[in-house]
């Protein structure tokens, strides 16, 4: 149960960029947190680290493979991680 891949969802920090985040009800005591995609897709798991907290984007950064996410902030606001893969229409929620 651990570690099963579905504890986590592919969420859209910003369009076009991509990163899994553990699902809220599977979090248990763990911090929320994201996950490298592209780590991710080679079936490893891999934290991002924010590297920058600005009042106008943040940057994220894995350690593994080097890529960089930049999620800009909307004026003023907080960010808003999207779910794009975890959302069914049809499920009637
Ligand atoms: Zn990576």
Known sequence: MECRK???KLISLAPNVMAYA???DMRDSEPPHLI???CY???Q???LNQTIH???YDRYNC???KEELEVHRRSGGA???RAISDYDPYDGR
């Open 63 to 65: 350690g593994t493979c």
């Open 41 to 43: 897709n080679q079936g």
């Open 45 to 47: 798991k891999r934290f």
């Open 6 to 8: 579905d504890r986590y």
């Open 54 to 56: 600005g009042s106008k």
């Open 36 to 38: 490298c995609a592209n």
């Open 22 to 24: 553990v699902k809220e």
């Open 79 to 81: 960010v808003q991680f």
